[in-house]
């Protein structure tokens, strides 16, 4: 391990952006493993907007795992943080700094101890999911920091047992969440579906409704929905399989129409398996649906579709627009119709000058 002193430090940073589902993941067959009932299929986002970053430091100094999220000290003691932490050591091999005279065996691994800090460049309070960014930056920099040699379609199956959506970050782009069949979750993987240059005219905007804290996390609501809804099971079965299909051609053919149909329609029956369930789960509130309604009527009135809405376990807005030109209406619109009462500027991240096209700055 070290050779004459115990005060060195190896550091890993890595950052990962959160994901979108366009066709939800919803339910699980095993909750310790997590793994789904139905294939998913999600965009990543821009890796400067809504991210995490994720430092994982191991010295022989330290004397337990330790993690600091937003600079506040969390416990590690969760099995989805512990699950984690046990399939990247098992996996670790051999690091050697000769030039700090730093070698740590594969054995020495399970010795050491690590210490997390991360954080989120969005603020916690504004009720975004994080969990899909932060298990997926802390698998991918403890496997860094434990030189894993696997793949990402490996790191996805650890990131997963972390929290489902996770498993989807670790690619940027159009990603697939394939549920797999074996008891062991090996085969329940994320595959990337098309990378982010695929198709680059889609601007996301998410309208945040409230920023409460949800009543009902994803976890909960999902086993409640496995255990009660009876809609959640003709989905899984009937309906998403087909929904799968069509969406990865509507991906693969940039056709927007499609696109916008499957997500919409996706999202909606997801919260409607929410009020199936007993009892029933409300994530959306009268904002929502009057975005909703707004949306689908602008889209009417067009012909072809414009924007395309989902809604995760919350009442926030994630507006797809099919192009520039159209996601400044949709600014100017929500703005109009939805007016917010803070400083907008400080909801639209990293490039700004979408606001002043707009007009709205
Ligand atoms: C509605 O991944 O947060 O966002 O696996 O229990 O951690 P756990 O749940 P989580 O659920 C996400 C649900 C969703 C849909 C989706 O992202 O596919």
């Given at each position: 391990?070290?050779?004459?002193?115990?005060?060195?430090i190896?550091?890993v940073?890595?950052?990962?952006?959160?994901?979108?589902?366009?066709?939800?993941?919803?339910?699980?067959?095993?909750?310790?493993?997590?793994?789904?009932?139905?294939?998913?299929?999600?965009?990543?986002?821009?890796?400067?907007h809504?991210?995490?970053?994720?430092?994982?430091?191991?010295?022989?100094?330290f004397?337990?795992?330790?993690?600091?999220?937003?600079?506040?000290?969390?416990?590690?003691?969760?099995?989805?943080?512990?699950?984690?932490?046990?399939?990247?050591?098992?996996?670790?091999?051999?690091?050697?700094?000769?030039?700090?005279?730093i070698?740590?065996?594969?054995?020495?691994?399970g010795?050491?101890h690590?210490h997390?800090?991360?954080?989120?460049n969005?603020?916690t309070?504004a009720?975004?999911?994080?969990?899909?960014?932060?298990?997926?930056?802390?698998?991918?920099a403890?496997?860094?920091?434990m030189?894993?040699k696997?793949d990402?379609?490996?790191?996805?199956?650890?990131?997963?047992?972390?929290?489902?959506?996770?498993?989807?970050?670790?690619?940027?782009?159009?990603?697939?969440?394939?549920?797999?069949?074996?008891?062991?979750?090996?085969d329940?993987i994320?595959?990337?579906?098309?990378?982010?240059?695929?198709?680059?005219d889609?601007?996301?905007?998410?309208?945040?409704?409230?920023?409460?804290?949800?009543?009902?996390?994803?976890?909960?609501?999902?086993?409640?929905?496995?255990?009660t809804?009876?809609?959640?099971?003709?989905?899984?079965?009937e309906?998403?399989?087909?929904?799968?299909?069509?969406?990865?051609?509507?991906?693969?053919?940039?056709?927007?129409a499609?696109?916008s149909?499957?997500?919409?329609?996706?999202?909606?029956?997801?919260?409607?398996?929410?009020?199936?369930?007993?009892?029933?789960?409300?994530?959306?509130?009268?904002?929502?649906?009057?975005?909703?309604?707004?949306?689908?009527?602008?889209?009417?009135?067009?012909?072809?579709?414009?924007?395309?809405?989902?809604?995760?376990?919350?009442?926030?807005?994630?507006?797809?627009?099919?192009?520039?030109?159209?996601?400044?209406?949709?600014?100017?619109?929500?703005l109009?119709?939805?007016?917010?009462?803070?400083?907008?500027?400080?909801?639209?991240?990293?490039?700004?000058?979408?606001?002043?096209?707009?007009?709205?700055?």
């Amino acid at each position: 391990m070290a050779e004459e002193s115990s005060n060195w430090i190896v550091m890993v940073t890595a950052k990962s952006p959160t994901n979108i589902a366009v066709i939800k993941y919803w339910g699980k067959r095993d909750e310790t493993l997590i793994l789904p009932i139905n294939d998913s299929i999600s965009v990543t986002l821009d890796p400067d907007h809504l991210c995490t970053t994720t430092t994982v430091a191991v010295s022989p100094a330290f004397q337990s795992d330790r993690m600091w999220l937003n600079g506040k000290e969390i416990s590690l003691s969760g099995h989805r943080y512990q699950n984690c932490l046990r399939e990247i050591r098992q996996r670790a091999s051999e690091y050697e700094d000769e030039k700090r005279g730093i070698r740590i065996s594969k054995e020495d691994w399970g010795k050491l101890h690590v210490h997390i800090a991360s954080y989120n460049n969005f603020p916690t309070a504004a009720g975004l999911a994080s969990s899909a960014a932060g298990f997926a930056c802390l698998v991918f920099a403890l496997g860094k920091l434990m030189q894993v040699k696997e793949d990402l379609g490996a790191l996805s199956a650890i990131a997963r047992q972390g929290s489902g959506s996770a498993c989807r970050s670790l690619y940027g782009g159009f990603v697939k969440w394939v549920m797999g069949n074996d008891v062991t979750g090996k085969d329940s993987i994320a595959v990337q579906l098309a990378s982010e240059k695929h198709w680059d005219d889609l601007v996301i905007i998410i309208a945040v409704v409230s920023s409460r804290q949800k009543e009902t996390s994803s976890t909960t609501g999902m086993r409640e929905s496995v255990e009660t809804s009876t809609l959640l099971h003709h989905r899984s079965k009937e309906v998403v399989p087909k929904r799968i299909v069509q969406m990865e051609e509507a991906i693969a053919n940039r056709d927007f129409a499609s696109f916008s149909k499957l997500t919409c329609t996706d999202s909606n029956q997801f919260h409607a398996v929410c009020l199936d369930t007993c009892p029933p789960i409300f994530y959306m509130n009268d904002t929502s649906h009057k975005i909703i309604s707004y949306v689908e009527k602008w889209n009417q009135y067009e012909g072809t579709a414009q924007v395309a809405y989902t809604f995760d376990a919350g009442p926030n807005a994630v507006l797809i627009a099919r192009d520039r030109k159209t996601a400044g209406h949709l600014l100017q619109r929500l703005l109009f119709y939805f007016p917010p009462n803070v400083d907008l500027s400080s909801y639209v991240l990293g490039d700004k000058s979408i606001l002043q096209e707009a007009g709205v700055e």
